[in-house]
């Protein structure tokens, strides 16, 4: 049997198989992969390179297309109470030039224009022409002046048309205070390199302070944002409005009578603060002299700081209403108990105090009007050391008195473990401690809160621009520390020193106020006792005494004048203040109903008016051929009351007022009217001292015994800065001086 050789490939294989390349082929198909690879890499690695090494073309064609907008908000702005601007922001121009701009042969005529218009040295505004600096390149800027403040539009335009358009402008955002002085010790300031100096601008400039916002975004080839195309987008923030508690009506009424006051007596500075003794709410604080603090640069520092919450003084008898409501808390003494003052003049610790006004046994009302050393030296004898101590503390003494005032001063006061043997003869009138006017204030709002003790303060709130409340004052728990029927008892007190006593000064009719003088003599400067020329004049209260509603502090420091006495020299300005304030507050009245006060004010007033009306007349007809006799026929025929005497003037009624409450110079006696001094012969002291102070005229004693001598002599003519001199003997035999000389180191307080 046969077999056949039958191949076991089909033709399609066969056909394939001759098909298949060779190895030229192959090697082909190698390198057309590898240069597709190469080819693959180097547009991987160029892709790499262009996205996270771009070139700085790319860059900037990038950022050309990208464009962030700052969003800025202004500083916050700073209202009073009413809503009054007490702080905002005013564009002012700086003014540069680009010295490319100058040609050579007008350098010199351009310079002087700038130079007389800006008033800037001639050889400063030279170099800023200079073209090239002292490395040899291009200057294309030099500043001239910034923020220019005392030009306007229209001189700046010609300033830039007179020198052909070198000098340039830009605006710059300063910060204004549209009411000048006003507050500004309050306020602070922020000075033009944007630094943040004392005030509510620095306390508060969290919230004022404003935080740019951002929009970024691509844009197009005008470099136009494209609202669709936003990449990132943050809020400004900050730049909020502040209110505080501040009126600026009471804080010009304050500022005004304390720069009058200080005029008058030729007081070196002078402090005061008005507040609300029942929520701390701060209505007005001054310092004098002040400071404008648009012009900061041209006031010393010494100016500038806020003396009502920095320097610290002795307080004098102001600060007796401490021992005495301790006194009244403690069931120690009432009003009608008696009290020996000793003449007005003793010795408890080895130290020999005087009175001003020398009373005998008297009750302790009556010696806290005539408010006597003696007297509540020895009422702060009888709470002892720890007590004393415990309620100056209590009253706020030696502790910061608000939040809002993080660099206030505490005052000076020892420890009793540092209290030296003469400390209480002298901490209850006032001495030994030395406090600041806030202080002050907040304490006599203890008498005016029902007892309780108030957290000053004088920023109300803080809002954001979309009306949102970032911050709100909130009042501390007030602790009660007198009790009610001492409160009462402290408010008549005080009512009857503004009566009668040595604050009539600021006894207003409208409205029965309460308070307590002080003065003091400040420490000599290089230390070592009391300087015997300096003093300081203190007068605190508070009214209406029904519901009392405003409570104030005046200081006047080194008043040059024979009265430097506290109610003398501060209680006007208490007065009109604080009149003014509760008027403007339409606070319901609560006049005074003393008989004796109401019928000399209705009998001032009709004289006043008698007066004005006799003017009227007198302004209507003709001149009169001989006016030298006027005044001789007018007393002839007149009035008594309204011809016999040279009207008085306000500051002379308020000069003779802090001696026994009378305000007119002439006096009736029985039914004579006196105009001149009297005859004192043979007359005790306190019956001469009497009838001087029914006249207003203060008495300089020699000696002891009966009046022997007298200057000036009798029927001298009453008037301005009269004081009697009179000398006193026992039964013709001439004694030594009553009054010892104060050693020099002898810490003294005089009403």
């Known amino acids: 049997m046969g077999y056949r050789n039958i191949s076991s490939k089909s033709p399609i294989m066969v056909e394939l198989e001759d098909l298949r390349p060779g190895a030229p082929q192959q090697r082909a198909v190698w390198v057309l992969f590898g240069l597709f690879m190469l080819v693959a890499i180097v547009l991987g690695l160029r892709l790499h390179l262009l996205h996270f090494t771009p070139g700085e073309k790319l860059l900037e064609e990038q950022r050309f297309h990208v464009v962030e907008i700052p969003i800025t908000e202004p500083r916050g702005e700073i209202f009073d109470r009413n809503g009054v601007i ?69 001189e700046v335009a010609r300033l830039q048309a007179e020198t052909g358009g070198a000098v340039r402008v830009v605006k710059e955002t300063i910060r204004h205070y549209p009411h000048k002085d006003a507050a500004a010790h309050l306020l602070g300031y922020v000075n033009r390199s944007g630094e943040l100096c004392e005030g509510v601008e620095k306390a508060y400039n969290r919230h004022l302070k404003s935080h740019a916002g951002v929009l970024r975004a691509r844009a197009d080839n005008r470099r136009r944002p494209l609202p669709s195309e936003t990449l990132d987008y943050r809020e400004a923030e900050g730049g909020e ?69 920095v320097d610290v003084f002795e307080p004098g008898s102001a600060f007796k209403i401490v021992t005495a409501a301790a006194a009244l808390e403690h069931g120690l003494v009432t009003p009608n108990t008696m009290i020996n003052c000793e003449g007005g003049r003793f010795n408890p610790y080895g130290h020999s105090i005087g009175d001003f006004h020398k009373l005998g046994v008297e009750p302790f009302w009556k010696c806290f009007e005539e408010s006597s050393n003696i007297a509540i030296i020895k009422v702060a004898a009888m709470l002892g050391e ?197 008027a403007s507050m339409s606070v319901p009245g609560d006049p005074v109903t003393d008989p004796e006060l109401v019928a000399k004010h209705e009998k001032e007033k009709e004289k006043a008016e008698k007066e004005k009306l006799a003017k009227n007349k007198k302004d209507a007809r003709p001149a009169p051929a001989k006016p030298a006799e006027e005044p001789r026929e007018a007393e002839e025929a007149g009035d008594p009351d309204t011809a016999a005497f040279v009207p008085i003037d306000e500051s002379l009624s308020a000069m003779i007022t802090p001696l026994d409450g009378l305000d007119l110079v002439a006096r009736k006696m029985g039914d004579r009217l006196e105009t001149s001094l009297p005859d004192l012969a043979g007359l005790t002291k306190r019956q001469a001292r009497e009838r001087l102070q029914r006249l207003g005229v203060p008495m300089d004693a020699q000696g002891e015994g009966w009046v022997v001598a007298q200057n000036p002599p009798p029927g001298t003519a009453l008037g301005e800065d009269l004081v009697c001199s009179l000398e006193f003997a026992r039964k013709g035999q001439p004694l030594p001086a009553e009054e010892t000389p104060k050693e020099e180191n002898e810490p003294q307080s005089a009403q």
Request: proline share 6%; hydrophobic share 40%; charged share 25%.
């Open 86 to 154: 007490l702080a905002t922001n005013q564009e002012a121009p700086s003014l540069w030039v680009d010295p490319r701009d100058v040609a050579d042969d007008r350098q010199d005529e351009v310079a002087a224009v700038i130079s007389g218009r800006l008033g800037i040295p001639l050889p400063e505004v030279m170099a800023a022409l200079v073209k090239r600096d002292e490395a040899g390149k291009v200057r294309k800027f030099s500043m001239l002046k910034r923020w220019v403040t005392d030009m306007t539009g229209e």
């Open 241 to 309: 409005l502040l209110q505080l508690t501040i009126d600026l009506n009471i804080q010009h009424n304050l500022e005004a009578a304390l720069d009058a006051r200080m005029e008058e007596t030729g007081a070196k500075e002078a402090m005061g603060v008005v507040m609300n003794p029942k929520t701390g709410e701060i209505y007005a604080l001054a310092s004098r002299p002040a400071f404008n603090p648009n012009e900061y640069d041209k006031f010393p520092a010494e100016l500038r700081k806020n003396r009502a919450l």
């Open 386 to 582: 720890a007590r004393l101590e415990e309620w100056i503390r209590r009253f706020g003494f030696a502790a910061p008195t608000s939040r809002d005032f993080p660099g206030e001063s505490i005052g000076l006061f020892r420890p009793r473990s540092k209290w030296s043997k003469l400390s209480m003869g002298a901490l209850p009138m006032g001495q030994e401690i030395s406090v600041t006017t806030l202080q002050l204030a907040r304490a006599f709002a203890v008498l005016a809160n029902d007892g309780r003790v108030v957290e000053p303060y004088f920023v109300e709130r803080a809002v954001a621009r979309d009306g949102r409340v970032t911050y709100q004052h909130e009042p501390v728990v007030s602790e009660r520390i007198l009790s009610p029927r001492t409160v009462e008892t402290m408010r008549m007190l005080c009512h009857q020193v503004v009566l009668h006593g040595t604050g009539s000064a600021a006894n207003m009719m409208e409205y029965r106020a309460g308070g307590k003088t002080g003065t003091a003599q400040m420490a000599k400067a290089g230390g070592g006792g009391y300087d015997a020329n300096r003093y300081t004049a203190v007068f605190a209260g508070f009214a209406p005494i029904a519901d009392p509603r405003i409570v104030a502090a005046i200081v006047v420091q080194e008043p040059k004048i024979r009265l430097r006495y506290g109610g003398y020299v501060c209680g006007p300005v208490f007065k009109k203040v604080v009149g003014e304030a509760l």
